[in-house]
């Protein structure tokens, strides 16, 4: 089956800790981006890759980073300089040449 | 100029009723406008979409009605049901960076 996998589902971080949070694809989709969600609102996007080893920032990069060292996983590591961390992240895959973004299950990070 | 605004932000139908969410945005190098349902705890998905050179779109119980001179497109979801409550999302791709600007969203509550 086709699609994009996230994991975990669920992720307990302690404050002043970095987490990575995976996302992997094999619809063969050039483009993968990385969203927050915040209770109640709509998507905003932290970063995006529209190619292999090259990467953009999105309207709230800072306190996350990201590589995309394969076509097929695009990391997101959430930094302790992120200042408000908890929230739901969403993982999207698209061809670059089409229209359609295709969400992964999401992970819900939760500071402690 | 790059904002897509949605409303309303929340709506309660009764069943087999029609519900309407509109959006509207202002950058004319938007070519393609696709809406997505969200459920609570999972990713959005991909519901329908229309590119400006067609007025109107049609999938099953679901329309997009898009009116290009006054730059606004809306879901008409005819029946309504239960298992249509859900987040809405529609969203705007630029032609030039293959980018989706969201908009905001609207919680949908169909009544039985």
């Known amino acids: 089956d086709g699609g994009i996998t996230q994991s975990p589902k669920y992720l307990f971080r302690k404050e002043g800790q970095n987490v990575t949070l995976s996302c992997e694809q094999n619809l063969n989709h050039d483009a993968m981006y990385w969203y927050r969600q915040d209770p109640g609102q709509g998507l905003r996007l932290i970063y995006y890759?529209?190619?292999?080893?090259?990467?953009q920032k999105g309207d709230i990069a800072e306190g996350y980073s990201v590589s995309r060292e394969k076509k097929e996983s695009f990391p997101l590591t959430v930094t302790s300089a992120q200042k408000n961390p908890t929230a739901f992240y969403l993982c999207?895959?698209?061809?670059?040449?089409?229209?359609?973004?295709?969400f992964g299950p999401g992970t819900r990070l939760t500071v402690l | 100029q790059q904002q897509v605004k949605q409303s309303p932000q929340s709506l309660i139908v009764q069943k087999g009723g029609i519900s309407i969410i509109n959006c509207a945005y202002e950058n004319t190098a938007f070519d393609y406008f696709p809406w997505y349902q969200q459920f609570p705890g999972k990713g959005p998905a991909l519901l329908i979409a229309i590119r400006p050179d067609v007025s109107e779109k049609k999938e099953g119980r679901f329309t997009i009605s898009f009116n290009k001179s006054a730059k606004q497109f809306s879901l008409h979801i005819m029946d309504s049901q239960p298992g249509d409550s859900a987040t809405y999302f529609c969203a705007a791709r630029s032609n030039s960076n293959y980018q989706l600007i969201w908009g905001a969203g609207t919680k949908l509550i169909i009544k039985p």
């Open positions: 890759s529209q190619i292999v080893n090259d990467f």
């Open positions: 999207a895959s698209s061809e670059n040449s089409g229209r359609a973004e295709f």
